[in-house]
């Protein structure tokens, strides 16, 4: 029953965070004479890109091959938007939150995905951040920009930072699904915090 | 006799979309400052891309893996271009059939072959997609352009309008090839009326 | 007894390898405003890109998701980098051939494990360039840049040309590693000569 509700309630944050990562990328491919079927495209690339490149990674068969909602939300997503245009980002922040959650889900999904295939600690971090990060990566070089993630965002050391805490979690040999539901928590408040405070890591100074 | 005949049939077909695609690729990539290998190679992506990452997602082996003569069409491409250079273009009509029929072909070969693997028909139609489109995404990724397909050509929706014929078809019951020919006609039909007629999806206005 | 020092060499140069490309990948991420970790996210990239798109091709599991160490060695790189800053680029020098070394290395490895895996000639050498060019190639559309391969340096032809070498050696039946070492010193010597003497491919004039 308990883990029948947690399974419940996970498909419904996944959605929610595929919907938010979905809206990300159709945002930003707004405003640069991209059509909309193009911006559906580059909106199911932010949503599953990442979660796709694990699961090849992991000679998985992608996730979304075998469930078609991933398709639909997206388009939901670009309906969303067209129907609702500004009006939509008057909840900005409520788009913020899914999407903080949806990394904090994607991350730790796939951290723990790998560690489930037997990869080490560090690699199984490094697959939380493609699982949460690559999708975005993949919108950007899309538009033709470089990565946000890179230069702006506080957003692969989040899902770095939860990764690190689920593994401390699992070594402290809490039990249930406590690892994963602190791991999750710490990505979204981490990153609320990272965006309200404007942190930032320190660039790279040109070396040549 | 008949199989052998239209396996025949698509063989040629396949190498002739092969060589248009190469040709679109190492076309793109003329005039700024690449040099031959990097052109050949642009070329090559432009040509196999797409069926590339439907093998990868479907865990086949990729197909030019298993037959190099997709590398020596390639070839054959940059040597015509070299060769015959504005003159080859004079053929830009034949060119543009080719690339219809390799788009076609590339789409309803990808939708059929996820189809066989027990997909569902949009997850089946987005493959189609990503086997007739992906390439000329990551030629224009290379060259470090927008992605033609999102903001100029009606190439995307064309798969996606075969794709959904070829289903009808299936429903319908026809026999034999028929629904894979109706597929690949409509892609071809549809990419040449998009083009003449300058055909054009909506743009999506800024909405930041 | 000889057979476990070449494995312990080849891993040194493996290692020192990835060190160089990671190298490269930081080097050209800096000054654009990319932070630290972006950074080392694209160092990390150029190291390992090649190797993993070799090995999903080739339906392997990534060689990093097996060995964090590469996950470290590029954490060294980045480290080198911001403790040294120009003083490393003194062993300018130094770093290009380890880079040398590396894409002799990473192609000959390409190409002798597609060889394994049964491929035909030209395409296990297409194979070794993905392996040794790739990494480069992504680093290059991150930081939102045609691929220097395409353009600039002779380095793709450096690893075709190390595998026709190769595939000759195989083919005059030289015994043991002999063929990969003269494989891996044909790419350095060839990449050495090709930067010394500033050769260049001719490039493609429009043809638009």
Redesign the interface.
Known sequence: MMNELITNFTVIIDFLGTFAFAISG??L???????????Y??GLVTAIGGG?IRD??L?A??F???D?RY??ITGMALLA??LL??K??KWGNTLFIFDAIGLGLFTIVGISKSYDAG?????CI??GTITGCLGG?MRD???????L???KDIY??TC?LGGIIYFICLKLELQGFLPEVIGVLTVIVFRIIAVKFHL?????????
């Open positions: 159709i945002k491919a707004s405003g640069k004479n991209i059509d909309l079927l193009g911006a495209l580059i796709t090849l990674l000679d068969t992608p979304w091959m075998l078609s398709i639909i938007i067209i245009k500004e939509l980002f990869l080490s600690i560090w690699v490094l697959m990566v070089v899309l538009i033709n920009e470089v990565p993630i890179f230069r692969a050391l770095i930032k890591l320190p660039v790279l100074t040109s070396i040549r």
